[in-house]
């Protein structure tokens, strides 16, 4: 820390991301990639013209993107807010709807993010406990009195809340805000996004990082009333009216059209991870019930430091979390057959050894 730097962040401990070892060649489950390339619509879409035109300004409304995206969710343009990657669309959202006095609730296990957001912005937190088996009990979550932030599925546990539950929380807490964080919600949960319709004080955030393959294209987007999408639109323009690149763009709208592509591959990543959870349950491990693109797993003879250590020494990435109640966990991406294989195999190794 600098002597310069404002006493408003001395406190702020920065989020910290999954590896991106550039050393050597790992088999990366670590950062919930997806294992496959983005649409191949996607690949056709960036031309060496739109490669030529980056010298000029994107377009500040994302106008072409929103409408595209605002039909595949049979919504309107006006309740879409385009960000570059959903974690900028979840740092408005903190920025626009929380403060000292409006208060943020969310599970005390959940994305690291949100605390960080929490911090930055110097807001309340309130941080919910899980229960013992590590599922969210919505009644929790019921009149709050604070913004309420809940991943769903949650992070990194994978478990879904059902749509019901989400509707009882939004219902209970009609003066706030409640923000449904669904990063991983194409691997089989269902989408809140029809309820945005029924209720104003509902935003849903979804990212192009995961089930579309476009971590690195950096696009997120957040749907809901056109009242609280004009406040977020306000600060979007106050911080950053080209947050989102030509190149981008176009991704984004290219990707939307490779929907049997999507469904494919994202199909194929459900049947691999329930593939591997039963193999992992034979090898002893113990197991979330996910429906995200990656598996929450501990093994009662290893702690996860160690088991993460170990994977890491023979070429495997995983993510551990050194935070109490998880600490035993390793996060798990599901990646392709083949990767899944070396994991499964490593493992086996590793804890008939033991
Ligand atoms: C990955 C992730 C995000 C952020 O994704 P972006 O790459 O910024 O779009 C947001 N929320 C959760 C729960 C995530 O796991």
Known sequence: MSRFLSGRFEKLVAYVPGEQPRDKSYIKLNTNESPYPP????????????????????????????????????????NLMIGNGSDEVLSFIFMAFCDKAIGVSYPDISYGFYPVYAELYGINKNEIPLRSDLTINASDFQNTGTTVVLANPNAPTGICLSVSDVEEIVKSNANNIVVIDEAYIDFGGESCIPLTKKYDNLLVVQTYSKSRSMAGARLGYAIGSSELIEDLEKLRYSTNPYNINRLTLLAGEAALKGQAYFDKNNNEIIQIREYSAERLKQLGFLLTDSKANFIFAKHPKFNGEDLYLKLKSRGILVRYFSKPRISDYLRITVGSVEQMESLLSTLKEITEDA
């Open 39 to 78: 649409a191949p619509q996607v690949i056709e879409a960036l031309s060496l013209n739109e490669i030529n035109d980056l010298k000029l300004y994107s377009d500040p409304e994302c106008k072409n993107l929103r409408e595209a995206l605002a039909e595949h969710y049979g919504v309107k343009p006006v």
